[in-house]
């Protein structure tokens, strides 16, 4: 059973443009939310997060969405590099946070 | 600042083989260290967490296992390995287990089981 789910698989943005990375999650007791990048051959590198207590975080040209009611979170990032193709997963945690649930990942292209 | 360093980046193993895969983590003490899975195509699957020395939490039936041997030492085995253990290991920590925090990735280990 997935618990979060990244239904598209991948994703092309032309450079200077929004990217929107889309994930769902069907746990009601995930609280704390989480982006990840991840280049090929590397490990996952922390992007952005967010609490359930919110519904927006924003951190320079990444935003992070989330709406509770619909089990939705959105990544935004705007504008797209070229440096931001790269595997982007969502992850989620629930209270305590020391078990995080990783999506499939999306696969972003930007072409310059 | 704190370190995870995780070996081999590579390997190729047969099937049958055993595995010892390490993990360590310097420069924060009681972390909770994590080993993930991507399998090809796939999403990070979490395999074993561990909260302390010896406390070792499996989350999927398999053909692995993990020890804790040291506060900052995590180890990923298999006595016999199967062609379907390939895959990319992740080895992981994050600071504690109170509150919400992300976790911090090693480079991962590229296994092929032939």
């Known amino acids: 059973d997935q618990q979060v789910k990244q239904n598209s698989p991948s994703l092309s943005v032309q450079e200077g443009r929004i990217s929107i990375l889309n994930c769902d999650y069907t746990n009601s007791m995930f609280d704390y939310f989480l982006w990840y990048k991840k280049y090929p051959a590397e490990g996952p590198t922390f992007l952005i997060s967010i609490s359930s207590i919110k519904d927006k975080n924003e951190d320079g040209r990444f935003t992070v969405f989330l709406n509770k009611s619909a089990k939705h979170l959105s990544l935004h990032i705007v504008p797209s590099q070229p440096g931001d193709s790269a595997v982007y997963f969502c992850?989620?945690?629930?209270?305590?946070?020391?078990?995080?649930?990783f999506g499939a990942g999306t696969r972003l292209f930007v072409k310059a | 600042s704190q370190t995870i360093h995780q070996w081999p980046a590579t390997l190729v193993q047969p099937v049958g083989s055993p595995l010892s895969l390490e993990c360590t983590v310097e420069?924060?003490?009681?972390?909770?260290l994590y080993w993930y899975r991507q399998a090809a195509g796939r999403g990070l699957q979490l395999l074993f967490y561990?909260?302390?020395?010896?406390?070792i939490s499996s989350e999927v039936p398999q053909n692995l296992s993990a020890s804790r041997p040291q506060d900052r030492q995590f180890i990923l085995s298999s006595k016999k390995l199967l062609l379907s253990d390939s895959g990319f290991y992740l080895c992981a920590w994050s600071p504690t287990v109170e509150r919400n925090t992300e976790a911090f990735f090693g480079q991962g280990t590229r296994l092929t089981v032939v």
């Open positions: 992850a989620a945690s629930g209270t305590g946070g020391f078990k995080t649930i």
């Open positions: 561990s909260i302390g020395i010896g406390q």
């Open positions: 420069g924060t003490s009681n972390p909770n």
